[in-house]
């Protein structure tokens, strides 16, 4: 990233998902921008998260903790933790052991749970939260109670073509049918208001990476989050994952991610798909895909060393940084990029 281009002051960014996924776009983009929202789906009923929302009727907390914590001051700066922000984030990650009440409950899990009881709203809690941890940005959930994710499902019988509704986060997470449609319960949630208007003054939103149909859709099906999104001045970028999640997307192209993602919300177009070259086996069909959508394909080397099912923060964050500041060429573009895959003419015209 050339310190010669910057975004502007006060630039306002706002990501939508949960889990890993958000937690790789929160650290990228927190490297662009102090002014970074993340909106945080509310389904998961596996886990900790599942045993504090059963138990006391909380959001689950998991995705929430994570999303704090990839804004946390000094995280990802390779310092010594010393600092107490630091050192917080390093407690709220923190896992329980053994085998007794505690066990497997993350300690943010049980304080985000504590800080909503007594507070009395979700909100106040992680804007608490954010204090405590010294986070850059804002945490906010998707709506102001929790949901459950329903699933259209085929493959589970010995009908190929027989559908079959699955209920919870976990059990479309993993089953081992085709998830054909997702819905949220229950229908016509509200949207956490301050997500909605953070949406609606971002300057750019970004969608994924992540568990697609468990944490990346399911912002799409909150009536008043989708209308915010679809009236949005902001950039609207989708980030494709690195690989099929297994489970839920085992043996989806990138651009079946796309084809989903549209089936749910089809008045929604983008403006930009960013993806990782390694990742994409038939660019021209994804191309296509993304021209569908009404936005433009990036291609650069996103994967974090060492493995292909992680971004590179720093990598993500350079290409997204060019992108909004049209230094790269699209993929099926004119003209040499600054940033991003090159592409050669042959290519490009054979894919046009």
Same mark, same amino acid.
């Given at each position: 990233m050339s310190a010669a281009r910057a975004l502007p002051p006060g630039f306002r960014a706002v990501a939508l998902g949960g889990g890993h996924g958000l937690y790789a776009t929160l650290s990228a983009l927190r490297l662009l921008t102090d002014d970074v929202t993340a909106v945080v789906t509310v389904a998961d009923d596996g886990g900790s998260s599942g045993r504090l929302r059963r138990e006391l009727g909380v959001?689950?907390?998991?995705?929430?903790?994570?999303?704090?914590?990839?804004?946390?001051?000094?995280?990802?700066?390779?310092?010594?933790?010393?600092?107490?922000?630091d050192r917080w984030a390093e407690v709220f990650q923190h896992r329980f052991r053994g085998d007794g009440a505690l066990a497997g409950h993350a300690v943010g899990n049980l304080l985000l749970a504590g800080l909503i009881e007594v507070l009395g709203d979700p909100v106040a809690a992680l804007d608490e939260a954010c204090r405590?941890?010294?986070?850059?940005?804002?945490?906010?959930?998707?709506?102001?109670?929790?949901?459950?994710?329903?699933?259209?499902v085929t493959g589970l019988d010995d009908d190929p073509a027989a559908e079959r509704r699955i209920r919870g986060q976990v059990a479309v997470a993993t089953t081992p049918g085709r998830v054909r449609q997702v819905r949220l319960l229950p229908a016509g949630a509200p949207a956490c208001e301050e997500a909605v208007r953070a949406v609606a003054a971002a300057d750019v939103i970004v969608l994924g990476p992540g568990s697609w149909f468990t944490s990346v859709l399911p912002?799409?099906?909150?009536?008043?989050?989708?209308?915010?999104?679809?009236?949005?001045?902001?950039?609207?970028i989708v980030v494709l994952n690195l690989v099929p999640q297994p489970g839920e997307t085992a043996g989806f192209s990138p651009?079946?991610?796309?084809? %989903?993602?549209?089936?749910?919300?089809?008045?929604?177009?983008?403006?930009?798909?960013?993806?990782?070259?390694?990742?994409?086996?038939?660019?021209?069909?994804l191309l296509g895909a993304v021209r569908a959508l009404g936005g433009r394909l990036f291609l650069d080397r996103l994967a974090a060393g060492g493995?292909?099912?992680?971004?590179?923060?720093?990598?993500?964050?350079?290409?997204?940084?060019?992108?909004?500041?049209?230094? %790269?060429?699209?993929?099926?573009?004119d003209g040499p990029p600054e940033g991003g895959r090159p592409v050669g003419r042959e290519e490009q015209a054979a894919w046009q």
């Open positions: 959001l689950p907390p998991g995705d929430l903790r994570m999303a704090l914590t990839a804004l946390a001051a000094g995280v990802g700066s390779g310092g010594s933790g010393t600092r107490p922000a405590l941890l010294g986070v850059r940005g804002r945490v906010l959930p998707m709506c102001p109670w929790p949901l459950d994710i329903e699933a259209d912002h799409l099906l909150v009536p008043d989050l989708l209308a915010a999104l679809l009236s949005a001045r902001g950039h609207r651009e079946q991610h796309l084809d %989903v993602l549209s089936g749910h919300a089809p008045a929604l177009t983008i403006d930009a798909v960013v993806a990782d070259d390694d990742a994409v086996a038939a660019p021209e069909r493995g292909q099912d992680r971004h590179d923060p720093v990598a993500l964050a350079a290409l997204l940084k060019n992108v909004l500041l049209d230094g %790269v060429t699209p993929v099926g573009g």
